[in-house]
């Protein structure tokens, strides 16, 4: 986001409308992350909501040497991803909090992202911190970088990851690549830029 810096300061400042802004560039980004950790509509929305919430109490908490706003955001919604499985006593260890039973995975409830649902499908097969960090370089087009500030560990084992998940994914849709399927997102589609997965 152009600017990002002058607007995060203006929010510390006390403008609430430069908040608003900021609000206004991330709330389909968080939502998304947020919706492939829970598979379910309400839940997704209530957390968003809270993130957002979180973010503007704490406005004042970030610190801009230490990281960019977008890793800081990511990680308020990261946690409140995990405070929603330990509030309802999920028989899921820590580790695998982002793994949803597949009865409350309901895509085709979301309009704006019922095209997603074949790439879900794929998604589902890897693990935890692939599927997250696969969302989080091609929906949110990241850097590596700002991932491994995200998820934890190095810029080099994020690499490692996303190939890994990438070559995953191929297998699992044989002669359907992963750009296929991505492309064959419907509507959404459209609004996403897809990354060079060789």
Not at 16 to 23: N, P, Q
Not at 46 to 58: E, M, P
Not at 67 to 76: C, E, H, K, P, T
Not at 172 to 192: H, I, R, Y
């Amino acid at each position: 986001m152009e600017d990002e810096s002058s607007y995060v300061t203006k929010c510390q400042a006390g403008d609430t409308v430069a908040f608003g802004v900021l609000y206004d560039y991330y709330i389909d980004k968080i939502y998304r992350f947020v919706y492939y950790k829970t598979f379910v509509k309400e839940v997704a929305e209530d957390i968003t909501s809270d993130v957002f919430h979180k973010a503007l109490v704490k406005i004042n908490s970030f610190d801009s040497s230490k990281g960019v706003f977008s890793a800081w955001l990511y990680r308020i919604a990261r946690n409140a991803v995990i405070d929603y499985y330990r509030s309802q006593k999920f028989d899921v260890p820590l580790e695998d909090v982002f793994e949803v039973g597949a009865e409350d995975r309901t895509p085709e409830s979301i309009d704006a992202l019922s095209g997603l649902a074949k790439v879900t499908e794929y998604l589902e097969t890897l693990n935890a911190k692939q599927r997250e960090i696969i969302t989080l370089r091609v929906w949110e087009e990241m850097s590596y970088q700002e991932i491994a500030a995200i998820v934890g560990g190095t810029e080099d084992s994020v690499k490692m990851a996303f190939s890994r998940g990438i070559r995953d994914l191929r297998e699992k849709c044989g002669d359907v690549s992963p750009l296929t399927v991505f492309l064959a997102c419907g509507s959404v589609a459209e609004s996403l830029r897809f990354i060079d997965f060789t």
